[in-house]
């Protein structure tokens, strides 16, 4: 071999390996970027215990529970009382709380525990509530957590329902929950600690055939609950909200007997849940400090489809949120999809009816 071909040889044999390295550069990129996105998260979820609030204690707590004499607001008060808590139970019917606080005090783990019941419409007058907030603290000490479960609910098509039912739901939903976290919030600023649960529904999350007077009321507790942690976070007092599903209780009960037939099919997708371990959950949540409850896995997809600017108590459930986004919201349009079919698929069964009472 000439010298002018060994060169030529020597040459080719530096471009190959110069151009090799180019080739494998992307790959090994990739690997770095991969593995300093590994570390990362590691990292994260490794300091996100240190950055997540401290669990309330429910033993010798005082907590407050509107709505406390029936379903899940008599569910969570007496999970409450299983942890040792002091309760007063506040709703509207003074019979109904009677019996509630018999089978609350079944729950008691010492004797020292009390059940303070208050009857009064919290959707009112607030002054009316303030004074009964002010004299249960005098009787149990400051209020440590409070639950807002008062609430009721109608369904129906929106040129169906009553104007006056639209203000209503408002009212009790809505202000129902405004006026108890108004009477409590001085007290537990002036403290430097507590927790205040709104309770909410997948209705308040996803707008469905027939709740277009329950659904903005259930929205509205959202908007107050992100406005008020932002107020209330540098003073170590957390929000939560709960979307239960639909629950076996007596309102559930009641607002199937007016339901219309879309909102029936739609809802029976995605079961109905029992009011105990509604409890369990939402309790578990407050106590954690944790802004979003949910119940199930329809309950965990349709919040973080719907995160958007909520906040999070750990840096784990944001990056939950960041990965689970596309795969859900995916799912979310074959559900929308099939929603729609049940709504096309009514009316068309409506309008053969009519059609055929027409004939005869």
């Not at 169906?160 to 409590?184: H, Q």
Request: with cysteine; aromatic share 8%; charged share 20%.
């Amino acid at each position: 071999m000439s010298s002018e071909e060994a060169l030529s040889c020597s040459t080719l044999s530096h471009w190959l390996s110069f151009n090799s390295w180019w080739l494998l550069l992307p790959f090994v990129m990739l690997l770095v970027v991969a593995a300093f996105i590994v570390a990362f998260v590691l990292l994260l979820y490794m300091i996100s215990p240190l950055i997540s609030p401290k669990p309330l204690k429910l033993n010798g707590a005082h907590v407050v529970v509107t709505g406390g004499s029936s379903g899940i607001g008599k569910s969570i008060a007496m999970e409450c009382y299983k942890h040792g808590a002091f309760l007063t139970l506040v709703a509207r019917d003074e019979h109904k709380l009677v019996q509630a606080k018999k089978e609350v005090e079944k729950c008691a783990i010492n004797d020292k525990q009390v059940v303070l019941c208050i009857s009064v419409d919290v959707s009112k007058d607030y002054n009316q509530v303030e004074s009964v907030i002010k004299q249960a603290q005098e009787k149990l000490g400051p209020v440590d957590m409070l639950v807002n479960c008062a609430g009721t609910s109608i369904s129906g098509r929106f040129e169906e329902v009553e104007v006056d039912r639209f203000k209503k739901l408002m009212e009790v939903n809505y202000l129902g929950s405004v006026y108890p976290t108004r009477a409590v919030i001085t007290t537990m600023k002036e403290r430097r600690m507590g927790r205040i649960m709104f309770v909410s529904s997948h209705a308040g999350l996803i707008g469905l055939f027939g709740y277009t007077a329950y659904s903005p009321s259930k929205f509205a507790l959202r908007g107050l609950a992100e406005a008020l942690q932002m107020e209330m976070k540098p003073y170590n007092i957390y929000v939560a909200v709960a979307y239960p599903p639909d629950t076996d209780t007596p309102g559930f009960a009641e607002e199937n007997k007016t339901k219309p037939l879309e909102t029936k099919l739609i809802s029976e997708t995605s079961g109905v849940c029992q009011p105990e371990q509604v409890a369990k959950v939402v309790l578990k949540d407050a106590v954690q400090g944790n802004f979003t409850s949910t119940v199930g896995p329809d309950g965990y997809m349709l919040s973080a489809l719907t995160c958007g600017m909520s906040p999070v108590t750990s840096i784990t459930e944001g990056l939950q949120q960041i990965v689970t986004m596309g795969l859900f919201r995916t799912i979310a349009l074959f559900y929308l999809g099939s929603f729609d079919s049940i709504v096309r698929r009514c009316m068309i069964q409506r309008e053969q009816s009519k059609a055929a009472v027409k004939r005869e």
